[in-house]
């Protein structure tokens, strides 16, 4: 995990049968800009997002990414999973209060999380908008909640660490 986030907390994502290998790369992208530690998945149509093109950044290579049999076997030891889903119950993000060690768990691209899984999960939130995101979406905006309430500090310091090496462009004021 990035030092940056060192007082975020723990952070591991669970994904249900990922159809998309764009939207797997996607997210292991994301798992490395917003210091998730790991990524598991279910199902067999993950494929090889490994190497698709999406995940820029290699983050593959630094954030272990395991397919299991199941995500409740994979969850974290003392990790809160939490369901991230359009269902009826659910907290909207923007009132959630996010775990210091959590197992965040998404559904496929073209289906629902079963109802074992939301009742396996100590929390279930959803996003509110008008229709349902993209998976990759989705896992961004959940991870960006989540830093944006952390005590994570910005700055000058982590601009420079974040940036591409052509980006030297400065305010000036």
Known sequence: MHSQFSAWGLVS????????ATNVASILRAAGCYG?????????????????????????KQIPTIGVESL???????????????VEGATPLPEYIHPHNAFYVFGPEDGSVSQSIVDW????????????????????????????KS???GGNTLIQSSRDVNNRTRVKR
């Not at 994502?13 to 998309?20: A, D, E, Q, R, V």
């Not at 998730?36 to 593959?60: C, E, I, L, P, W």
């Not at 409740?72 to 359009?86: D, H, I, N, S, Y």
């Not at 279930?124 to 229709?131: E, H, K």
């Open 13 to 20: 994502l669970g994904l249900i049968n990922p159809k998309s």
């Open 36 to 60: 998730a530690s790991s990524v598991f998945y279910t199902g067999q149509r993950y494929g090889y997002a490994k190497d698709f093109n999406a995940d820029t950044r290699q983050m593959h």
């Open 72 to 86: 409740q076997m994979a969850k974290p030891r003392g990790a809160t999973p939490v369901v991230v889903e359009l």
């Open 121 to 148: 999960c100590q929390d279930v939130v959803y996003i509110p908008t008008n229709g349902c995101m993209n998976l990759a979406a989705t896992v961004n905006v959940l991870l960006y909640d989540r830093l944006a």
């Open 151 to 153: 005590q994570v500090q």
